[in-house]
């Protein structure tokens, strides 16, 4: 046998050694590389990076079936290969099953990885990745592209975004109506009406906007989408007092029903809370209106943000979704009302 170099390294270590040889013969090679190491001999094996078992004087020797600089890996018994390399190897392969059973019952496979979800942090980002590579639905769009998806929705949604635009529009028409039985039930009737011309003028502005139909549509181009990419993946933004989300969760409600219908048990929180300040301080500001002999008004821009933007929303998970009194978030009472303006 030739004298012969190689590199090896430990299952478990991404460093690398050289080592001689002479006479080049599997059980040299092994025993060096063992004792380089400081790996057990017995029952050791020399593998490839694709973990082929190297037991062969002839493939040991040849340099086209052998990987580019003869790199082998030194696995003792019972041991499983963890180098960087195994693991992404290890990823190839369970895709690539993952999508013959896909192909072969989407339902399972998608049930699966949504159940696979709640072990973790880390599981609910690895399943969210691993859905995407096997799934051919989430960039689907209409109706005939992926029925299934749109069991129970009305006919008149033809695609998965008008959907969510109606989701969307909808969380938003709620806040609004929130506000008009707030008003409705002043007792004050010079309130009252002042209260009603405000939320006369908050409609106007949703109506501007689209009632920010765009916060849960993937395809919005104006710049409200609260989605991370053009796929529709949704990330937890963390409880109102956190800058993120803790558990790293995240959700695509075009990609399956179940998401999709999980979705909606997410929530949009505000920071300053909507019953507990916001509309108190709206009824406040009413009553500096009136008794400010016509100087003042309502800064109803300021209660539109605080309302219907995310400058005060944050879209969370349940577990996320903090619904004790947020204490230190409150209105800022010298933005409630502001001088008039003579135009």
């Known amino acids: 046998m030739s004298r012969r170099s190689f590199k090896v390294s430990r299952w478990d270590s991404s460093e690398r050694y ?28 020399l593998r490839t990076r694709d973990n082929t078992v190297v037991d062969e004087d002839d493939f040991l020797l040849s340099g086209e079936l052998l990987p580019p600089n003869n ?45 696979y979800r ?55 028409v709620g806040y609004l109506s929130v506000t008009k039985e707030f008003v409705k039930g002043s007792k004050d009737e010079k309130v009252k009406a002042l209260l009603e011309e405000t939320i006369a003028k908050l409609i106007d502005k949703l109506r501007k906007v689209s009632y920010f139909e765009g916060y849960f549509d993937r395809s919005d181009k ?22 993120e989300c803790q558990h790293r969760n995240s959700i695509n409600p075009y990609a399956s029903i179940q998401e999709r219908i999980e979705f909606s048990s997410w929530n949009l929180d505000h920071l300053i809370e909507k019953s507990r300040s916001v509309l108190p301080c709206l ?24 309302l219907f933007t995310i400058e005060n929303l944050k879209f969370v998970e349940p577990a996320c979704h903090d619904k004790t009194e947020h204490t230190d978030r ?9 001088k008039v303006s003579h135009r």
């Open 18 to 45: 050289g080592i001689t040889v002479s006479p080049a013969s599997v059980d040299d090679v092994l025993a060096k590389a063992c004792m380089k190491l400081g790996v057990p001999g017995r029952g050791a094996t």
């Open 283 to 306: 009824e406040e500001a009413a009553l500096r209106v009136l008794g400010s002999g016509g100087k003042l008004e309502i800064n109803d821009d300021y209660f539109f943000r605080l």
């Open 222 to 243: 104006s710049g409200v989408r609260l989605c991370d990419n053009d796929e529709g993946h949704f990330s937890c933004q963390g409880a109102y007092n956190v800058q």
């Open 71 to 115: 790199f082998l890996v030194v696995v003792p018994r019972g041991s499983i290969r963890t180098t960087p390399e195994d693991l992404l190897l290890d990823l190839d392969n369970l895709v690539s099953n993952l999508k013959d059973h896909y192909n072969r019952d989407e339902e399972r496979v998608t049930q699966a990885l949504h159940d």
């Open 330 to 338: 409150q209105c800022d009472k010298s933005e409630i009302t502001r």
């Open 118 to 172: 709640d072990r973790s942090a880390e599981a609910n980002i690895a399943a969210g990745g691993l859905e995407k590579l096997v799934s051919t639905k989430i960039t689907a769009s209409r109706r005939d592209q992926d029925p299934e998806w749109f069991l129970n929705v009305k006919s008149r949604f033809e695609t998965k975004e008008k959907f969510m635009r109606d989701r969307a529009r909808s969380r938003v």
